[in-house]
């Protein structure tokens, strides 16, 4: 199975877009995708001519429009060209990409576009974490004990503490790190400082995780442009990068089928596949955006990763090792936490992200120092119920 | 604190119709769970052919392709393996007061339900032995729930 993956054709990403996240009630859907594909046309140096398939991402659980994949690619101006949805939870941005890459290296198209975008301060926060409670396993979980997404985490948080001695502290210092990234992203959610002190102090959420433990509800929009190694020729692209990794996996959406609580199983499988598939091992990896939808989650992403022993990834980030210019630069956009979390949109921001740091575009204070040009994008549904890795190169 | 910088954009909105879905949920082939409940048991499902153990039970086995699968009481002591405290809570739960979740492993399967009779969740330890019951927590509402053995 493994070895067909050397008889597609290389793919890069050559144009990438992202909105401004935080809640955006000034903006309809198609309206805040609009902002994030027109941004990654015009960094390709593309129209939407150019575009032979577009894959829309899109959770679509919180809106107000149940279908919403057409009506976002109508309003970009690209109706005759898909769209082919994609979901898949939170992890759906990265699945959209995912979806546009096998299209381009299976040479069903040389040109595509993915966009993930999601629209969920549109209703209150307490229908939100009944539809993330609700998602994955409804009946045998939600519909006794209400459990919600920070809660899911929050078990595993308990258990990770007990199990390694990990610390409230160790889980601050991560939204400190991320939203200290954040404070430098003018694209980001919340772009101020905390400090431990505010963190321990926060009000409670689901112990032991906190609001500021906590990624918020958010809306936002990012996208990118994918070609062949045919296009990038044809083009002239200046910098291509390169996917050269794309791994997946799921894990049983039955908390209490899963053989332990201190890290996710399809994080671990899908980085596997990806390192495999990209000829590389964890510690290449220079700078890395991982899915810290609460600070735990952080923590158990070194460690699933592999830049980190199981175990050791609260130590991991007190010794500075995740902070930018460490052993990996980790959420240098601000991740989850301090950047925010429109669903679908994660995934692809990722992508910008990565993209742009592999470029050396982004201003000091935030540009990660690179030898090898390694990035990698880590996207996680639910409770690890899914995980894409994609290793990016350039 | 820096000043908080957060992105919060309002402007005008209408609102939409509401929607409200009521699902109806088949339990046929999990009946016997549901009347175990009502008798305070929590049953699981065993594949009369392999040995498989399912909790949530289920009555088909993927692993050996059998269906129709043998009903088994979980024992009513096991240990907490997780648990958290849900301030934040959902809609469907605004009722109640901020409830302990905890996972706990009875025998050969684990079961999700109500941690009862602690109050503070700092009180609360991985590896602590409790009591499984069933409770009524609400009209129609049993729910799983453990306390301190
Ligand atoms: C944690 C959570 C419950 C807080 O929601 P809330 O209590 O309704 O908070 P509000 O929206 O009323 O915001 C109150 C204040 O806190 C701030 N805030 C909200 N969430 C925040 C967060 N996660 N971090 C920091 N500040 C936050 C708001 O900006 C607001 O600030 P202001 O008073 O200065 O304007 C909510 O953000 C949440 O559910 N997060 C998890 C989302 C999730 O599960 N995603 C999927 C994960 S895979
Ligand atoms: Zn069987």
Redesign the interface.
């Known amino acids: 199975m493994m070895d067909r993956a050397e008889t597609m054709r290389r793919v890069a990403v050559i144009g990438v877009g992202h909105s401004?996240?935080?809640?955006?009630?000034?903006?309809t859907l198609q309206e805040l995708a609009w902002e994030a594909i027109a941004e990654a046309l015009k960094d390709a140096g593309l129209t939407q001519k150019d575009i032979e398939v577009s894959v829309v991402g899109v959770v679509g659980t919180r809106e107000?429009e149940l279908m919403p994949a057409v009506p976002v690619n109508d309003y970009a101006g690209l109706t005759h060209v898909g769209p082919i949805r994609v979901e898949a939870a939170c992890a759906t941005g990265l699945a959209a990409l995912t979806t546009a890459h096998n299209y381009v290296a299976s040479g069903m198209a040389d040109i595509a576009l993915a966009v993930g975008v999601e629209k969920m301060t549109e209703v209150d926060?307490?229908?939100s974490?009944?539809v993330?409670?609700?998602a994955g396993n409804y009946?045998?979980?939600?519909h006794?004990?209400?459990?919600?997404m920070?809660?899911q985490y929050?078990?595993?948080?308990?258990?990770h503490m007990?199990?390694f001695g990990t610390t409230e502290e160790h889980m601050a210092l991560v939204a400190v790190k991320n939203h200290r990234h954040a404070?430098r992203n003018p694209k980001?959610?919340?772009?101020?400082?905390?400090?431990v002190e505010?963190v321990l102090g926060s009000?409670?959420?689901?112990?032991?995780?906190k609001l500021l433990d906590s990624s918020p509800i958010s809306d936002g929009a990012a996208a990118a442009v994918l070609a062949s190694e045919d296009a990038v020729r044809r083009l002239g692209v200046d910098v291509p990068v390169w996917v050269s990794g794309i791994g997946y996996s799921s894990e049983t959406p039955?908390?209490?089928?899963r053989p332990h609580?201190v890290g996710l199983e399809a994080t671990v499988r899908a980085a596997a596949m990806a390192y495999k598939r990209a000829g590389i091992s964890p510690t290449d990896v220079e700078v890395a955006e991982v899915h810290d939808a609460f600070t735990i989650a952080e923590i158990m992403a070194y460690e699933d990763l592999g830049f980190v022993e199981k175990g050791m990834g609260g130590k991991f980030v007190a010794e500075g090792q995740s902070d930018l210019g460490g052993k990996v630069s980790v959420n240098v956009s601000g991740g989850l936490k301090g950047k925010?979390h429109p669903l679908a949109a994660t995934g692809l921001s990722m992508v910008y992200e990565i993209v742009k740091q592999l470029r050396e575009e982004r201003e000091r204070g935030r540009q990660a120092p690179l030898k090898r040009y390694v990035g990698l994008a880590h996207n996680v549904a639910g409770i690890g119920h899914q995980a894409y890795v994609v290793v990016l190169r350039r | 604190?820096?000043?908080?910088?957060?992105?919060?954009?309002?402007?005008p909105?209408i609102d939409?119709i509401p929607l409200i879905y009521r699902h109806k949920?088949p339990i046929s082939k999990t009946h016997r769970f549901w009347q175990g409940l009502a008798e305070g048991r929590i049953r699981a499902t065993r594949c009369g052919t392999c040995g498989s153990i399912y909790?949530?039970p289920q009555d088909d086995c993927p692993r050996c392709m059998a269906s129709g699968l043998e009903w088994v009481d979980l024992p009513k002591r096991g240990t907490i393996?997780?648990?958290?405290?849900?301030?934040?809570?959902?809609?469907?739960?605004?009722h109640?007061d901020p409830?302990i979740?905890a996972?706990v492993g009875v025998g050969d399967?684990?079961?999700?339900?109500?941690l009862m009779g602690v109050e503070d969740?700092?009180n609360v330890?991985?590896?602590m032995d409790v009591e499984v019951d069933v409770v009524e927590v609400g009209p129609g509402k049993l729910?799983?729930v453990f306390r301190p053995a």
Do not use: C
């Not at chain 1, 401004?20 to 903006?27: A, E, K, N, S």
């Not at chain 1, 039955?254 to 089928?257: E, F, I, L, T």
């Open positions: 401004t996240f935080g809640v955006r009630g000034d903006v107000y926060t307490a229908t974490l009944a993330g409670g609700r009946l045998w979980e939600f006794f004990v209400g459990t919600t920070p809660a929050a078990l595993y948080a308990s258990a007990a199990r404070a980001a959610h919340f772009q101020y400082e905390v400090t505010e009000r409670p959420v689901a112990w032991p995780i039955n908390m209490v089928r609580y925010g | 604190m820096s000043e908080k910088r957060t992105v919060k954009r309002q402007g909105t939409s949920i909790f949530p393996e997780a648990f958290t405290k849900v301030y934040a809570r959902p809609q469907g739960y605004e109640f409830y979740v996972i399967a684990r079961i999700i339900g109500w969740e700092r330890r991985v590896g729910v799983p």
